[in-house]
């Protein structure tokens, strides 16, 4: 779900910031009042191209930023690998923006981090799906095809796709490990050393160890800040000559325990100071303790310092990025040599891996066509339904499942193809129509497959009357289940949304474009003027 959006200095738009609804959220105002800037500035996110044009008025760049949900490993999909380097430990939610320059250069960002362009736009895309020249370019990608066909089919099959993805990485680093095996015996050889080396150098090391180490370091080397401050204490509570905290404690309590029987009300008190002398001269003996320890081991700085520099460089010999890493992949290491001193062989062993990861993978890619296949049909039936109930009451709809190349999500291919009109070939929906009837389209393959985020800034040209009608009842439907986002003029849309902006235009030196969130007069306001006026709707009345 997109939580927000903030624009700075876009065209007209000098700063907003939105907080959209989990439904359906309606966007409206007078024509060239700023609409399309909203359009802009999430086509931004999705990769459009930027420059200084796109800059407001006395400002030196233009910000767009969005925060959205981030789906369950989502970050683990192919081509989203640089972006999830990129995540703050403990972020819950995904930040995606976009800066342009007053020379025209543009930067992405991740969680506020410089990213790639195509990095921001591939994760933007998957959560996003936003009418124009990006649904047409959506509507054409096979994968998208596929992601909706398999929604539709359940959770069933989106828990076999999660399986197929695990399946492809294992059967990916099975072809890596046997290709490593039998690439050639002197690369072996080099290997097995390695792994040798690994074993027996890291053989002492044990878990937590460098971090104790480091917690060590860090004491022995403000030894003599710690000597001070536990002597200077120790002094205060016992001093080996005169009177501490504790003798003083001492003192108070015998010149009250006599008056006790005369004053039992004195009682507590006398009882609080012994108590209070007895910590005292136990956190004395605590000190002194800590005093001797700090003297125990002259020569232990220099050695946690040897330890930390022999890790460091294990690390790095053995490209671990971390201690933990290190200590495992030396276990891995152990295990595999005795497997070979146990007389395994481990090119056999590669071989035997390799052919139960394809085993594998064929088979759940077998259960995903085959689950495919059954619920093409159903799939096509209800988009064409709802084509019908949007004013495209000819049009039919196919679902066209062909044999590709094995991958992470199986051997399918899936295309979407639309005859508007009855005698017409079937032909690719993204071939087939533009603008609103795309559009259209879009929100019935929608209605039935569902979505994360749906942007429509096209859906009600050329319509009106009982056809809007039809289209703002299946978005409100569709915000049902997945979060709406709709650039609209018509009354008949905007009446149904769970959250309403207005964009409107404030005239000033220079002009400039307000969105704000309506309540329920401002609203009620807004859809008379976008019936015609106070004044049209009292002459239908008469």
Not at 440 to 449: E, N, S, T
Request: with cysteine; aromatic share 4%; glycine share 8%.
């Amino acid at each position: 779900m997109l939580r927000s959006l903030r624009i700075e200095n876009l065209v007209l738009i000098r700063e907003a910031q939105l907080e959209l609804a989990p439904g359906l959220n309606a966007i409206t105002g007078e024509t060239g009042a700023g609409k399309t800037i909203l359009a802009q500035a999430i086509g931004l996110l999705l990769g459009a191209r930027g420059d200084a044009s796109f800059i407001g008025p006395a400002a030196d760049e233009a910000y767009v930023e969005a925060e959205l949900d981030l789906p369950e490993g989502l970050l683990d999909e192919d081509g989203l690998e640089a972006l999830a380097d990129l995540r703050p430990q403990d972020e819950p939610g995904l930040v995606l923006a976009r800066r342009i320059f007053a020379d025209g250069r543009t930067r992405a960002y991740a969680w506020g981090r410089s990213a790639a362009r195509e990095d921001v736009a591939a994760a933007a895309e998957r959560l996003i799906a936003m009418s124009g020249q990006f649904e047409q370019r959506r509507l054409a990608r096979p994968a998208y095809q596929l992601d909706v066909l398999d929604a539709f089919a359940g959770e069933g099959q989106l828990r076999r796709r999660v399986d197929a993805r695990v399946a492809w990485r294992e059967l990916l680093a099975a072809r890596r490990r046997h290709h490593e095996l039998t690439a050639g015996a002197e690369t072996e050889r080099a290997r097995l050393d390695e792994l040798r080396a690994l074993a027996d150098e890291t053989a002492d090391l044990e878990p937590g160890a460098e971090d104790d180490l480091r917690a060590q370091r860090e004491r022995l080397r403000h030894v003599t800040e710690l000597a001070a401050g536990a002597s200077t204490a120790r002094e205060a509570l016992a001093p080996e000559d005169g009177e501490g905290a504790a003798a003083l404690a001492a003192h108070a309590e015998r010149a009250l325990a006599p008056l006790e029987r005369l004053a039992p009300d004195l009682e507590r008190a006398a009882n609080e100071l012994r108590d209070v002398e007895l910590r005292l001269r136990e956190t004395a003996s605590d000190l002194s303790s800590f005093l001797a320890s700090l003297d125990a081991e002259p020569g232990r700085l220099e050695h946690v310092e040897a330890e930390l520099d022999r890790i460091a460089d294990l690390k790095r010999r053995f490209r671990c990025a971390t201690y933990e890493e290190l200590l495992a992949r030396a276990g891995e290491a152990r295990l595999e040599l005795d497997a070979l001193d146990g007389g395994l062989d481990p090119v056999a062993a590669a071989a035997e891996a390799l052919a139960a990861a394809e085993r594998r993978t064929t088979s759940l890619a077998k259960e995903l066509a085959a689950a495919r296949s059954e619920a093409a049909p159903r799939f096509a039936e209800a988009v064409a339904g709802e084509l019908h109930g949007i004013g495209m009451g000819e049009g039919e709809f196919r679902v066209e499942l062909t044999a590709a190349d094995p991958g992470p999500n199986g051997a399918d291919r899936a295309a979407f193809l639309v005859r508007p009109n009855a005698g017409l070939p079937f032909a690719p929906v993204a071939e087939t129509a533009s603008g609103g009837e795309l559009s259209r389209i879009a929100l019935a393959i929608a209605a039935v497959g569902g979505g994360e985020t749906l942007v429509f800034d096209e859906i009600d040209a050329g319509i009106g009357g009982r056809t809007a009608n039809d289209v703002g009842t299946t978005l409100r439907r569709l915000g049902e289940r997945a979060q709406v986002v709709t650039i609209t003029h018509l009354p008949q849309i905007a009446s149904l949304a769970d959250r309403h902006f207005r964009v409107e235009k404030v005239p000033g030196d220079p002009t400039h474009t307000r969105i704000e969130e309506l309540g329920a007069d401002e609203r009620r306001e807004e859809l008379q003027r976008m019936l015609g006026g106070r004044e049209f709707i009292a002459a239908l009345r008469d």
